[in-house]
């Protein structure tokens, strides 16, 4: 099994700025991708930024131009530098893990428990 655990959340005022690190550890012998995903107040969880091994990075629309993800592939950790934050980035964010699945032909979803960002106007 692979662990993730979160660090880095809390409260900020609007236009401040968080890092967020995770990092993976157990039974880990490759990361195809990590992922951050964050869950408002009635509202679905929603991936906020991927990145895959081979560095290609994904986010989603409201994030683009604030927030950068990075991995480091030998120590197996993921951050998600958060910048220009605004009072709708508040939610619980999460580490997400993808690792290969020889069969079926997919990937395993390992999660961390989660870390709070809450931003004041």
């Known amino acids: 099994q692979v662990q993730l655990v979160e660090s880095g959340g809390g409260l900020v005022q609007a236009g401040g700025s968080l890092k967020l690190s995770c990092a993976a550890s157990g039974s880990v012998f490759r990361i195809n991708a990590f992922g951050w995903y964050r869950q408002a107040p009635g509202k679905q969880r929603e991936l906020v930024a991927s990145?895959?091994?081979?560095?290609?990075?994904n986010y989603t629309d409201s994030v683009k131009g604030r927030f950068t993800i990075s991995r480091d592939n030998a120590k197996n950790t993921v951050t998600l530098q958060m910048n220009s934050l605004k009072p709708e980035d508040t939610a619980v964010y999460y580490c997400n893990a993808k690792t290969p699945r020889p069969w079926p032909p997919y990937e395993n979803d390992f999660w961390g428990q989660g870390t709070q960002v809450t931003v004041s106007s």
């Open positions: 990145i895959r091994s081979s560095g290609t990075t």
